[in-house]
Each structure stands twice: as C-alpha cells, then as structure tokens.
C-alpha cells in the first residue's frame, strides 16, 4: 500500500485529503524533458506497481502473449497509404515486413521512381519513443521537414533535409509543438514554440539554416487559456495563425506565404463564444463559424476587406441538431462534412454550377472522413469510409461526375468477414431527464442475447470530440470470444450537434455519467449482458468518466479500463502551471476562482469522491512524459481506491516509462499495451478459455 502523508488543505470552507500528493515530482517539467530525472523514491514506486501489475496478470501471461500475436496478424505488414499527387510528386508513407515505423517516400509522377526521403525504423535506432507529429515538403518538392518526438513528452524537434541528397540541412529548432507551413519561396518557416508549461503560446519565423536564437517572433499569445497553431489556408496562399481556447473562442491572423517577413494581420478578431474556421478562394473567404445563434455553425462567403465588417452572403445556413463539423475548400468545389442523429454526412457544393449534392452511404452505422490533399484546382475528393464491421476503404470521389472510385481496402491478413457480425444502433433513454442517448453495438450472430454475454462498453464525452463508428481490428480479439461490444454517444460529445456538447460541460458535466450508466442499463434490460457482467472503458477525459461510474454505480460494472484517465480533477483545474490547466477552464470550470465551479467539480470529481464500498476491477494505466494526464493521476486514483476499497477485487496500475499520452510509439509496440486492457477484460469476466 502507497505511504499516505499530508494534512488536509481548506478551499472555500471545504476540507481536501490528499494524502498521495507525493507522487508528483516537484521537477514534472524536467521530468517531461528528460524522463532519468524522476526522483528514486517516486520511480521505485511506479516500478513496484509494474510489477504488481505483472503479478496479478501472471495467469494471463500466455492469453497476452497470444492476443498481442492474434492484434498483430490482422495488420497487412507490408502497407502503404495511397500516393497523394502535388504537381510533379506524389507523396505517400508505406511500411516494410518487422517495420514499426513508417517510410516517408515520394514517386516521380512521370517515371514512377521512388525515393524514400525519411526511413522511420532507421531514425528510431536506439530510442525507446520516436514518433514524427508532422512531416512536409516544401512547395518547391527541394525539402522535407518533420517534427519528431523522441520521449513521448510531445516536445518536437524540427528536423529539415534535402531530399535528393538525404543530407539533414537544420535540426536547430527545439521544443517545439509540431506544427508548421513553409513560405511560398521553401526559405522559411512558421513554427509554434512551447513555453516551460508545455503551451503553444509564440509563432516564429525560422530561416533555413539559421539557429533558432535567430528566429524572429510572430505572434504572441498572452493569455494562458489560449493555445496557438499555424495551419496553411486552402489555397496555399497563406500561412495562418489561430490562437483558440478549449471552447469556441477563435482569433485568427494571416500572413501572405510570398512575403513571410510581412506583420501579420488580424483578420477575425476573438469574440467570446465564436469560433471560426476560414478558406480562401481568389479575393474571396469562405467561413465556418457559429456566430451570433448559428451554434450548429453555418458557412459564409465575403470578399477578403469585407471580413471584419459583416458583410456576409450565406451559403449553407444554420440547421439545429445538424453539425457542420469541417469544410474543404477546391477551386470549384465546396465540401463539408456534417454530422446530425451521431450520422455523418458528405455534402458537395459545385460553386460555378451553384448546386448541391449528397454521398451516399448505405449501411445503419458509420465513420466518414475528409482526406485533404495538395491540389487546389482539383475535381477529385479523397474521403475514407468504415464502419463497426467493414474495414476501411479509401475512396477518390469526381465531384464533376459522381463517379466513386475505390483506391485502396483495409487488407486483414488474418481473414475478416463483416456477414459474421451484427451491428446496430439503439437508443437509450436517460432516467434524470430523458434525454435519448444512442448506443452502438456490434457482436457475432451466433451469439445468443440472453444475458449471458459479457459486454464491454466504451464512452468518451468530453470538449465535443464525438465517438465514430468506425473499424477497429482490435475489437474482434473480444467480439470473437463472446463479448457484445458497445459505443455510447454520451452527452459531452457533439453525435446531435453542438447543444450535446454544452449538455455535458461545465455544470451540466454529470450528464455524460448518467448517459453512460443508462447506455448500461438498456443494453441490460435487452439482455445484451447483465448487472455485474460489464466492462467499461475510457481514455483521457473518458478516464474521468470511468472514474465517475466506478463511484456512481460500482454495481452494474465487473471492471473498469481507465486509460491515462482524468481522474483528479480538482487538483488539476486547481494547478495553474499544468499544461492544460488554464485553457479547460471553460470545459470544466474554474475552481480557484469560481466557488460554485469548485462545489459542482467537487461533486463528482473521481479522486476526491472515492470512498469506503466495494469497487469493481479495475486497471489504470498512465505514461511517464504525458503533458495531458500527467503519470500521478491514475497512480494516486489506485492508491486511494485500494485504500478504500471493501471488495476482493483487482485493482492494478501500469505506467509505461518510455511513453506519453498516446503509449507506445511503434505499430506493434503499442499492441502490447491493447492487449493488456482485453487480457484484464477477458480474466475478470471468466472468458480466458476461448
């Protein structure tokens, strides 16, 4: 058991244990940097619980063993994505047979050579994390530039060579955030710098081969709830500088790629509440924004010195429910992708013909993405399409013609047939406000619904980021042993528009918990499983919500996978110097300032909620360099839930020493880690003999 120290600490009259604050590094900044600066007593400790963890797994060993074989046999090895055409080039990645990285590789459009221009498994030689957040030519197709993470803290290196040549030009450019544009002459670049909390706060201008001393500052951002990126507009044309908080505050500055050296200007000013998103098109801007009602965002068209002034012409109005989520912006063609009832759509604009079309999609549930390429003046849309039960096709769609062409298919080596599954998309009813949820679920045919079956459902429900009903390989190492397998659209997310998103925020954040357990409930009550017979899963801010439930209704659940869970929300909103701390203020609230924040937040808030009853299984895993859930949240949540805890049941934490937020690096590294989640599953619900 975890030493338990420290007296308790008053916040506006209220008294706050935690008595396993020690678990925190005071040097966490240096930590991130350089992961041997852990105190002794502090890493002791998390490798103690590591090998607890492997304990307690012991009778599972070889079921890991074989499910992170079985993960690993449904990967095609040697794979590539398709090559995407930039005048001369086509650019694409692909993988080689052992590989755990990718090749970043280019083929002659004429002769159809190939070069590789980056070998990933080479740059990874000897490092326990690499991991490449971006990488980019030059317009001029002379440079290659990638930001590499080599601890998993997510502070880049940016790394610029020439491609013929293969010889590295400039690495000067550290701790930075991974984005990045070139000018339109390939001599410059933007780039966005993290301060010592980890926040993307300054825009600089970095001269090929210059030291960064030399760089010239930008743009700075001086509130610590804003993050700053640069992105490159539509049509290449500009570099553009959003400063955004974790709601729909948006600014945004353009600076012209031809002259890179010129002040940027300040196009969209922030307004409280209003976010933006724009493409531009000749002397005229195309804008995605939920100003004034539209919360379900609309699409405008002005002409650039009109932008500021309100001049707009409407061009997809405001619909309640349906949420346009992104915009893609061709010479003649406007697309954006929507969502409304957790259904995705694909809505083609023809902008000289001013006509509107759909693509159609046939099959209950599923996942659609945009897949931007390099050419503006283009007839061709790149899209991606899965669902729960048909892997992933790439498609290039002729928005002249209608005609779909399918341009590659997710191979599963180990065999996959989507006419042995049954995916369906239910609803749940809330029982606080009746508020309807919908639930997706997948499992075999053979299966019998008598209650029997042990079901793992997963949710999120958090700063509007939606669960997609898409293909996941994974999945079926637990569908195939028996297991129902279900997504539940919590409020927090946006699956019916933005209101869902502000229905699960702030003081209205318990609805996504109480969404979550009645997802469990009616999938109970149509004997898709039964009370006690369940496994839930979240990730992140997901992790808060398995904290929440794991309180709320220990009763319904067999166990609980939390990854790099949220669970300590109170000390975290409380801690200004976190990373994330100040900018998820408008998602969670402000406890230091804000009282009735702080009583709401305490209300549900896992950690300070723990308490003397028995708690399901659970596993909490965590990453040593994760800026976003720092390693002593799921360590101190186990420490107090053993503590507490009145059931003979499994309580066990694993932090990966080598990784951050997104666990291991390499493609099969990290199957090791999803195979220790289902192994936990598969043990507990007493299906290890399948």
Same mark, same amino acid.
Request: aromatic fraction near 10%.
């Given at each position: 058991?975890?030493?338990?120290?420290?007296?308790?600490?008053?916040?506006?009259?209220?008294?706050?244990?935690?008595?396993?604050?020690?678990?925190?590094?005071?040097?966490?900044?240096?930590?991130?940097?350089?992961?041997?600066?852990?105190?002794?007593?502090?890493?002791?400790?998390?490798?103690?619980?590591?090998?607890?963890?492997?304990?307690? *797994?012991?009778?599972?060993?070889?079921?890991?063993?074989?499910?992170?074989?079985?993960?690993?046999?449904?990967?095609?090895?040697?794979?590539?994505?398709?090559?995407?055409?930039?005048?001369?080039? =086509?650019?694409?990645?692909?993988?080689?047979?052992?590989?755990?990285?990718?090749?970043?590789?280019?083929?002659?459009?004429?002769?159809?050579?190939?070069?590789?221009?980056?070998?990933?498994?080479?740059?990874?030689?000897?490092?326990?994390?690499?991991?490449?957040?971006?990488?980019?030519?030059?317009?001029?197709?002379?440079?290659?530039?990638?930001?590499?993470?080599?601890?998993?803290?997510?502070?880049?290196?940016?790394?610029?060579?020439?491609?013929?040549?293969?010889?590295?030009?400039?690495?000067?450019?550290?701790?930075?955030?991974?984005?990045?544009?070139?000018?339109?002459?390939?001599?410059?670049?933007?780039?966005?710098?993290?301060?010592?909390?980890?926040?993307?706060?300054?825009?600089?201008?970095?001269?090929?081969?210059?030291?960064?001393?030399?760089?010239?500052?930008?743009?700075?951002?001086?509130?610590?709830?804003?993050?700053?990126?640069?992105?490159?507009?539509?049509?290449?044309?500009?570099?553009?500088?959003?400063?955004?908080?974790?709601?729909?505050?948006?600014?945004?500055?353009?600076?012209?790629?031809?002259?890179?050296?010129?002040?940027?200007?300040?196009?969209?000013?922030?307004?409280?509440?209003?976010?933006?998103?724009?493409?531009?098109?000749?002397?005229?801007?195309?804008?995605?924004?939920?100003?004034?009602?539209?919360?379900?965002?609309?699409?405008?068209?002005?002409?650039?010195?009109? *932008?500021?002034?309100?001049?707009?012409?409407?061009?997809?109005?405001?619909?309640?429910?349906?949420?346009?989520?992104?915009?893609?912006?061709?010479?003649?063609?406007?697309?954006?992708?929507?969502?409304?009832?957790?259904?995705?759509?694909?809505? /083609?604009?023809?902008?000289?013909?001013?006509?509107?079309?759909?693509?159609?999609?046939?099959?209950?549930?599923?996942?659609?993405?945009?897949?931007?390429?390099?050419?503006?003046?283009?007839?061709?849309?790149?899209?991606?399409?899965?669902?729960?039960?048909?892997?992933?096709?790439?498609?290039?769609?002729?928005?002249?013609?209608?005609?779909?062409?399918?341009?590659?298919?997710?191979?599963?080596?180990?065999?996959?047939?989507?006419?042995?599954?049954?995916?369906?998309?239910?609803?749940?009813?809330?029982?606080?406000?009746?508020?309807?949820?919908?639930?997706?679920?997948?499992?075999?045919?053979?299966?019998?619904?008598?209650?029997?079956?042990?079901?793992?459902?997963?949710?999120?429900? =958090?700063?509007?980021?939606?669960?997609?009903?898409?293909? =996941?390989?994974? /999945?079926?190492?637990?569908?195939?042993?028996?297991?129902?397998?279900?997504?539940?659209?919590?409020?927090?997310?946006?699956?019916?528009?933005?209101?869902?998103?502000?229905?699960?925020?702030?003081?209205?954040?318990?609805?996504?918990?109480?969404?979550?357990?009645?997802?469990?409930?009616?999938?109970?009550?149509?004997?898709?499983?039964?009370?006690?017979?369940?496994?839930?899963?979240?990730?992140?801010?997901?992790?808060?919500?398995?904290?929440?439930?794991?309180?709320?209704?220990?009763?319904?659940?067999?166990?609980? /996978?939390?990854?790099?869970?949220?669970?300590?929300?109170?000390?975290?909103?409380?801690?200004?110097?976190?990373?994330?701390?100040?900018?998820?203020?408008?998602?969670?609230?402000?406890?230091?300032?804000?009282?009735?924040?702080?009583?709401?937040?305490? =209300?549900?808030?896992?950690?300070?909620?723990?308490?003397?009853?028995?708690?399901?299984? /659970?596993?909490?895993?965590?990453?040593?360099?994760?800026?976003?859930?720092?390693?002593?949240?799921?360590?101190?949540?186990?420490?107090?839930?053993?503590?507490?805890?009145?059931?003979?049941?499994?309580?066990?934490?694993?932090?990966?020493?080598?990784?951050?937020?997104?666990?291991?690096?390499?493609?099969?590294?990290?199957?090791?880690?999803?195979?220790?989640?289902?192994?936990?599953? *598969?043990?507990?619900?007493?299906?290890?003999?399948?």
């Amino acid at each position: 058991m975890a030493q338990r120290h420290g007296e308790p600490t008053q916040k506006f009259g209220m008294k706050l244990h935690d008595p396993y604050a020690w678990l925190r590094d005071q040097d966490w900044q240096g930590v991130m940097r350089d992961p041997s600066k852990l105190s002794k007593e502090i890493r002791s400790y998390l490798e103690a619980e590591n090998n607890w963890a492997q304990e307690v *797994l012991e009778p599972v060993e070889d079921l890991r063993e074989t499910l992170t074989n079985e993960l690993r046999s449904r990967i095609k090895e040697q794979d590539s994505t398709v090559p995407t055409k930039d005048g001369p080039w =086509s650019y694409f990645r692909r993988f080689i047979p052992g590989g755990q990285y990718p090749l970043f590789c280019r083929v002659d459009s004429e002769h159809n050579e190939e070069q590789i221009i980056l070998d990933g498994n080479l740059e990874a030689e000897g490092e326990t994390f690499f991991s490449v957040h971006r990488a980019q030519h030059s317009p001029d197709h002379r440079y290659f530039c990638a930001a590499i993470d080599r601890n998993g803290s997510e502070y880049c290196s940016i790394e610029i060579q020439e491609i013929v040549t293969g010889q590295i030009i400039d690495d000067n450019i550290k701790n930075a955030q991974g984005d990045f544009v070139f000018s339109a002459d390939s001599k410059f670049i933007f780039y966005t710098l993290l301060n010592d909390n980890h926040r993307p706060a300054k825009v600089f201008l970095h001269a090929l081969g210059n030291t960064q001393d030399q760089d010239t500052l930008i743009f700075e951002e001086d509130d610590p709830g804003f993050f700053v990126s640069v992105t490159k507009s539509a049509s290449g044309r500009y570099a553009i500088i959003s400063s955004h908080d974790h709601a729909d505050t948006t600014e945004i500055l353009l600076v012209p790629a031809e002259a890179p050296k010129t002040p940027p200007d300040l196009l969209w000013p922030r307004q409280h509440g209003v976010s933006c998103d724009i493409a531009d098109h000749g002397d005229k801007f195309f804008v995605l924004t939920n100003e004034g009602d539209d919360f379900d965002f609309r699409i405008s068209e002005t002409h650039a010195k009109n *932008l500021r002034q309100g001049h707009w012409t409407t061009v997809v109005p405001h619909v309640e429910g349906r949420l346009i989520r992104s915009m893609l912006l061709f010479k003649n063609f406007l697309v954006r992708l929507e969502r409304e009832d957790a259904t995705p759509r694909i809505v /083609i604009i023809n902008l000289s013909e001013n006509r509107e079309f759909e693509i159609d999609f046939d099959e209950q549930a599923y996942d659609v993405n945009l897949i931007p390429g390099f050419e503006f003046d283009t007839s061709k849309l790149r899209y991606s399409y899965s669902s729960p039960t048909t892997p992933t096709r790439i498609y290039d769609f002729n928005m002249e013609t209608g005609e779909r062409q399918l341009k590659k298919e997710q191979e599963i080596p180990s065999g996959h047939s989507p006419d042995n599954y049954i995916c369906a998309r239910l609803t749940a009813t809330c029982n606080d406000d009746g508020t309807k949820v919908p639930v997706t679920v997948i499992h075999r045919k053979d299966i019998k619904l008598d209650g029997l079956a042990p079901l793992l459902l997963y949710g999120y429900g =958090s700063y509007g980021y939606s669960m997609p009903a898409n293909f =996941s390989a994974n /999945i079926f190492s637990l569908v195939d042993r028996g297991f129902v397998y279900a997504i539940a659209h919590v409020r927090g997310g946006t699956e019916c528009g933005k209101k869902w998103h502000l229905a699960g925020k702030l003081r209205s954040k318990i609805n996504t918990f109480v969404d979550f357990i009645a997802a469990a409930e009616m999938l109970v009550s149509k004997k898709y499983s039964s009370k006690g017979n369940i496994v839930a899963q979240g990730r992140s801010a997901g992790g808060m919500l398995m904290g929440a439930v794991a309180n709320m209704r220990p009763d319904l659940f067999k166990g609980i /996978i939390a990854e790099v869970p949220f669970v300590d929300v109170i000390n975290t909103m409380s801690d200004e110097t976190l990373p994330l701390t100040p900018p998820e203020w408008v998602e969670w609230g402000d406890p230091i300032r804000d009282r009735e924040a702080f009583k709401y937040m305490v =209300s549900y808030c896992p950690y300070t909620n723990i308490s003397d009853r028995e708690y399901p299984n /659970i596993l909490a895993t965590g990453g040593l360099t994760d800026p976003r859930v720092t390693y002593w949240e799921p360590a101190k949540w186990v420490a107090k839930l053993r503590h507490h805890n009145k059931a003979d049941s499994k309580i066990i934490l694993w932090i990966n020493m080598d990784a951050g937020h997104g666990g291991a690096s390499g493609r099969f590294d990290r199957l090791s880690e999803v195979a220790l989640s289902y192994a936990f599953a *598969l043990m507990i619900t007493n299906k290890t003999a399948n």
